[in-house]
């Protein structure tokens, strides 16, 4: 069973709404007259949220999504304060629709909302082609910033070169605070599990930060340019998770940070074991292959099938086949892709039996990511080969290091990276409040994303 929903405010943004409610799919755009829109609703976070109330000759122009009944109450869940009320909306077909939507009901509220909220808002209705004339009469107004994260906004894949200099600035550092790679946001961005649409939400915060939010796990993942805080970062998405989250890619060395969640009462989680490869020290040992295989990078798209057989293997996907080739393909089409750094080891029969990506960076840091081999392949040096061989390659490409991160639990990779020459560099742990409401459902998609190839 489904019902309809109309979204007028910043559900009308994608990423917002199946942040909420994984199962919304958009059905159309739609329009509820005699309405009108007002930021009225008074908000826990002090500004002003949208809102709709009756009005004579004014229309509420929205998108209608359908949603699984068994996500009524999470979506009720995100909606406090507001009261549902069933609408009639009039489709863009003509026809005539009974739908579900919120207002607040009680005394409006005489403030602004906040810059970031006020961004949903005009991104999804850029998203929906909502007309310009309404948007700038009813939804443009001026904001007030939040003053617990300043000048933070919703990111898109237009970002991802600003989101990248931030990291790269960070990368440069070689502190103590742990940073991830630019090449780990855009596999996160472009190789997003597709069973889970818009789960991770990107946000930037002007030039000095960049907050990745799982809304499944919940998970929180802020990052910043040196000598700025990670922490308002962090508090601005607790304060959308409702204070279930846990912080992510914290260094056991980071003594700032880890003080910060200790003293607010978060306790250590999983961790990942962090490894580096000196380029300019360690010298990289020639790739040793059997007779008949192959070292290069993938060809084109007619490979794309056997390279996701391989990487469906090696880490056990669940997956359907279909789904897990089109996630592969939408990565090769997208503007990130770089065919020369998708490396593979073919065998003489044609099968690619391991496989990698690397991403430089113009720090000289170089990140492995995703790296495996298929199980019938595994203990026969074939991935050491491969690893040697990219590790030459960024070397040639002016990289001074290579990273790699893997599961503290996994001590097969740990065995692995070890064996063939890479520095253990510490841990990078994830802490979390203990007792919070949810529980991952899936493996979280900022840890170790090739889990779930």
């Known amino acids: 069973m489904t019902f309809l929903y109309f979204a007028y ?9 199946r942040s909420r409610c994984s199962t919304a799919r958009q059905v159309g755009s739609a329009v509820l007259e005699g309405w009108a829109p007002v930021y009225s609703k008074p908000s826990v976070d002090g500004s002003a949220k949208l809102s709709i109330e009756e009005r004579e000759d004014v229309e509420v122009h929205g ?54 909220y006020l961004s949903m808002v005009l991104m999804g209705a850029h998203h929906h082609g909502l007309p310009d004339e309404y948007v700038t009469d009813y939804l443009a107004v001026v904001p007030e910033k939040d003053p617990v994260a300043e000048d933070i906004r919703p990111a898109t894949c237009g970002d991802v070169p600003l989101m ?3 990291l790269a600035s960070a990368l440069a550092n070689d502190g103590d605070r742990y940073s991830v790679h630019p090449g780990d946001l855009a596999w996160w961005m472009f190789h997003a599990d597709p069973r889970y649409p818009d789960r991770l939400t990107f946000w930037l915060q002007g030039h000095r930060g960049v907050l990745v939010i799982d809304s499944r796990t919940p998970e929180i993942n802020a990052f910043s340019v040196p000598g700025e ?8 998405a607790q304060r959308r998770l409702g204070g279930r989250g846990d912080v992510g890619w914290v260094s056991d060395d980071d003594d700032e940070l880890v003080s910060y969640l200790e003293s607010n009462g978060y306790a250590p989680a999983e961790t990942d074991r962090s490894y580096r490869w000196d380029l300019t020290k360690v010298e990289v040992p020639a790739p040793q292959l059997p007779d008949g295989w192959t070292l290069r990078h993938v060809e084109g798209e007619h490979e794309a099938d056997n390279r996701r057989k391989a990487s469906h293997g090696a880490f056990k996907s669940t997956m359907g086949p279909d789904m897990h080739l089109e996630r592969y393909l939408t990565f090769m089409r997208s503007s990130v892709y770089a065919p ?5 080891a073919l065998s003489p029969d044609g099968r690619i039996a391991s496989f990698m990506v690397w991403w430089p960076d113009q720090s000289g840091v170089a990140q492995i990511e995703p790296f495996g081999t298929h199980p019938d392949f595994q203990r026969q040096r074939i991935g050491t080969a491969l690893m040697h061989h990219g590790l030459r390659m960024m070397k040639e490409a002016g990289m ?12 097969d990779a740990i065995s692995f990276y070890e064996a063939i020459g890479f520095d253990d560099v510490g841990r990078v742990r994830w802490w979390g409040l203990p007792g919070k409401k949810g529980q991952p459902l899936v493996k979280t998609a900022t ?7």
């Open 447 to 453: 840890q170790n994303a090739d889990i779930n190839f």
């Open 63 to 116: 998108a209608l999504y359908e949603i699984d009944e068994v996500e009524r109450s999470s979506l009720d869940g995100a909606e406090p304060g507001y009261q549902p009320v069933v609408v009639n909306v009039t489709r863009t077909s003509g026809e005539s629709s009974d739908a579900l939507t919120y207002r607040w009901a009680d005394a409006p509220v005489s403030r602004a909302p906040y810059d970031w």
């Open 9 to 17: 405010g910043s559900n009308l943004w994608p990423p917002q709404l």
């Open 164 to 166: 990248q200099e931030v």
């Open 400 to 411: 001074r290091m290579a990273r790699v991160i893997t599961e503290d639990a996994r001590s």
């Open 340 to 344: 020369d750094r998708d490396l593979v």
């Open 229 to 236: 805080p990670v922490t308002p970062l962090i508090e601005w």
